[in-house]
């Protein structure tokens, strides 16, 4: 029965490894028009851009998180020290990646809302 608990961690090492290859980070929208100039036109297609991109970036942190759920063991008491080591820093760089694409989705959409203000001030 103990033969099982290596072949299950391999499992999911591998599984993590997997759903890793799958997770595909969106890239950003070009920069948002200036709302002191821009056309309606133009405010409405990079509205579109920006509600495709926050699109993929929930896809992406969601991949992130099924990768996050998946990467420890469901009993880690059973694991060596060196296991667990990998696992925390695996869980740990996971985190990182979420924190950071959060941060990255804020200050994209952030400076789209930021020209979206101007532009709503100046078509009043």
Known sequence: ???????????????AAHSQATCTYPSAPEAPPDGAT????QMIAAKHNFDHYNSEMNAYL?????????AVPKDVSKL?????KRAEEHQKML???NNAAVDELQANVGRFNEQLKIYKAKNK
């Open 38 to 41: 821009a056309t309606k036109e």
């Open 1 to 15: 029965m103990k033969a099982w608990i290596p072949l299950t961690l391999v499992f999911a090492l591998g599984s």
């Open 80 to 84: 060596s020290t060196d296991e667990k």
């Open 95 to 97: 985190t990182q990646k």
């Open 62 to 70: 969601d991949c992130i998180k099924l990768e996050m759920d998946s």
